[in-house]
DNA sequence: TTCAATGCTGTTTTTTGATACAGTCTGGCG
DNA sequence: CGCCAGACTGTATCAAAAAACAGCATTGAA
């Protein structure tokens, strides 16, 4: 069903109030900006948007004005993974906890597939082009070769490292030479959490 | 200044009922998901929240708690950006024959956002994180400042490189000590492509 | 012409939501 | 030991917001 050229400007005045002031407006926003006398017309407008699928109408909510337009859940065919912050000591890594955001991306264009994304933190990759604060897309797997980029767990800490082997002796590599390598025994709490398989990097210097 | 361990839960709350629910919580949504017995408690701690400038807090608003650390509703703007390949000698950087692929990404994750993708050839650039047959984001832009990451084109050639500028000189300097800086003068033909705002990596080493 | 939908005015009621004030308890610090 | 910040309880007030009810003037299609 089509909208008229009246429910148009609305809907283009809510989705412009989520876009510019980060929240939805209130019946009373949108009589102020059209002129309305009464937040019955807002209502109104809003119900027949709703009718048409144009909005969702959350009832007894302040500014529960969704518009299914910009909707998070409703992009395209792209997956989100989770995007893990600051790993708390301890707790596996892909605790709820960590989660410190989502990304959106093409998991297709990456071999093997990332199945989460690390926040970097330091300098220690910096000669693999792994700089502090970039995001690492992670393939979730126990099994890496030598010379491989990988998320590992040595008792409580993740690192991000080159993963060394020879024979039977692993160690774990840092791309930096202010940075010396850890070398692993058999009798260390020690796991590979995944395979770098990617990196995004939001801002340049 | 830090946050609290309570503060983090509740700052983690908020970003998580704006990510789920397209909408900033209420203090009372916050008493309820904390088994808090008073809206006071919420209050306070989005004081503290605010004082220490984790969000935005806008008075005698509904819902009018900004996390400052997530991007406002903007996931679901998914947009198809050209890939640029090998640039053809001659041609404008963005003309048709030149698209070598599109890639899809939230360009709301950049800043400023990107118009185009460049598949960045060489090695000139690997101190500044950046290598060969990495995914270089663009915007489209004459305007950069000195230190920027730049796309650049003299006469026939494009080049991504660091921005230099002293008084009336210019000149685009490598991030690898084995290449020289290239000194640009009035008299040859010069322009700014674009500004590098993001990278991105489809394979590790 | 009659019906339904749009696009409003006007009024009222109820719920939601923000915020202030007065306290309590706890743990860390000098 | 006293003091302060953090983390609350409990109460209260008032503005903001949602939503329901009752109308009315157009327009366009059955």
Not at 173 to 186: F, K, L, M, Q, W
Not at 188 to 196: M, N, R
Request: aromatic content about 4%.
């Amino acid at each position: 069903m089509e909208l008229t050229a009246r429910q148009r400007e609305i809907l283009d005045f809510i989705e412009q109030q989520v876009r510019e002031n980060g929240l939805p407006p209130t019946r009373a926003d949108i009589v102020r900006h059209f002129g309305f006398a009464s937040p019955n017309a807002a209502q109104c407008h809003l119900r027949a948007l709703a009718r048409r699928g144009a909005i969702e109408l959350r009832s007894n909510q302040a500014r529960g004005i969704i518009p299914l337009t910009v909707r998070p859940t409703h992009a395209g065919g792209l997956d989100f993974l989770p995007l893990i912050g600051r790993v708390t000591a301890g707790t596996p890594v892909l605790a709820v906890e960590n989660h410190e955001d989502e990304i959106q991306l093409d998991r297709s264009r990456f071999r093997p597939s990332p199945d989460f994304a690390l926040r970097v933190e330091g300098d220690s990759m910096i000669n693999a082009g792994i700089l502090d604060r970039d995001v690492l897309l992670v393939h979730r797997t126990p099994e890496a070769r030598s010379g491989q980029i990988v998320v590992a767990r040595l008792g409580d800490e993740v690192t991000v490292k080159r993963l060394r082997r020879r024979g039977r002796a692993t160690w774990l590599e840092p791309a930096n030479d202010r940075y010396d390598s850890i070398s692993v025994t058999g009798a260390d709490d020690f796991a590979i959490e995944g395979l770098g398989v990617g990196v995004i990097r939001t801002r340049l210097g």
